[in-house]
């Protein structure tokens, strides 16, 4: 039987800064590419090189924004950019898959954001693609690369925790409700569990493994995508998650792992940097972790980006902490609860 660790070990990330500095190309400028964009030019040595947008003076204006050298009306134009190596997709879930083969074909590497595609089986193309292509391609877990996530993943390892049973994770906002935003629109993939819940269904994953069986209850909003989910995630040895996410409301946003010698609970946010308290279940022993960092909110989008570069420096087309196999199972998982609540693209 594992004892309670006295203290709790560092957490190993990819630093910041140092190693491989790669040149980046946005597909798709926003609020969530300017995120990025900001993180890694104030974080790390990675550096934009271009934007593209299908309007050119929005790209242009993204551009003087955020100091990137290169501005296109075209997504085309910036896949075919010889000084871009690796292509952030940013746009609304709907154009995921369009655009990753695209900038795959074109022999680029490729982050996408999360969702990596609206379905699994639109997943497996852009794995199959990248696979034949040669090419690195990932899901933009940002929350996967934080320090907190690399040192729940060596609590686990380690067996610390013992035999987990149960994972508890939520993540909703109240979002106004605007048939044409991405949230409620179904043509732009709108939903909360493609958009929000993808957070605490990857963590369950993480933790627990692709689930046997899923059990998922909810509400439609008014435009027919799901508004509000309760999930049950029921693993081969028994082991469960409840999940939950909504539209409707603001929830904790908080994860909670209990095992057969110690519970684990991270603090809200869940998903961004904060901290967590180990908490043995023999003893009053708790161990504190706080992120010291200072990389606050969306910030920490640079650590997947420094993690990336480092994965391509060794010569990697997948990441070994979040998989493309991994990726697709998640959405498997959001496949069949979307069926369950009645919401069926």
Excluded at 10 to 28: C, H, K, S, V
Excluded at 82 to 97: L, N, R, W
Excluded at 259 to 264: D, N, Q, T
Excluded at 321 to 342: K, S, Y
Aim: proline share 6%; charged share 20%.
């Amino acid at each position: 039987m594992s004892s309670f660790p006295s203290a709790l070990p560092e957490p190993d990330f990819t630093p910041l800064r140092g190693g491989r500095a790669l040149r980046w190309g946005i597909l798709a400028p926003g609020r969530i590419a300017g995120g990025f964009a900001w993180a890694l030019h104030r974080h790390t040595d990675q550096r934009v090189q271009a934007v593209a947008s299908r309007e050119l003076d929005r790209a242009r204006s993204f551009a003087a924004t955020y100091e990137i050298p290169h501005a296109y009306g075209s997504y085309e134009q910036l896949v075919s950019d010889p000084g871009v190596d690796i292509v952030y997709i940013a746009s609304p879930h709907s154009e995921h898959k369009r655009q990753a083969l695209l900038a795959i074909a074109a022999g680029k590497h490729v982050l996408v954001e999360k969702p990596l595609a609206l379905t699994a089986a639109e997943a497996r193309e852009i794995a199959a693609a990248a696979r034949a292509a040669g090419v690195f391609a990932m899901e933009a877990m940002w929350s996967r690369f934080l320090p907190q996530t690399t040192l729940i993943d060596r609590l686990l390892r380690d067996g610390v925790l013992g035999d987990v049973r149960l994972v508890m994770a939520d993540f909703g906002v109240r979002c106004d409700f605007d048939p044409e935003s991405r949230m409620f629109n179904p043509a732009l993939g709108g939903g909360a569990l493609l958009d929000l819940a993808i957070y605490p269904i990857w963590f369950a994953h993480f933790a627990l493994g692709a689930p046997s069986r899923v059990l998922a209850t909810g509400e439609l909003a008014r435009t027919g995508v799901d508004g509000q989910t309760a999930l049950v995630l029921t693993t081969a040895t028994g082991a469960q998650a409840l999940l939950h996410t909504t539209l409707f409301a603001w929830t904790p946003n908080e994860a909670t792992l209990s095992g057969s010698l110690a519970r684990l609970h991270v603090e809200a946010r869940f998903i961004a940097p904060g901290g967590f308290t180990l908490a043995d279940s023999r003893s009053e022993a708790r161990l504190r972790w706080t992120d010291g960092s200072g990389v606050r909110g969306s910030e920490a989008l640079a650590y997947q980006a420094s993690a990336v570069a480092q994965h391509i420096a060794d010569g990697l087309t997948e990441s070994p902490l979040h998989p493309l196999d991994r990726t697709i199972a998640v959405l498997e998982t959001i496949d069949e609860a979307r069926r369950q609540v009645g919401y069926a693209p």
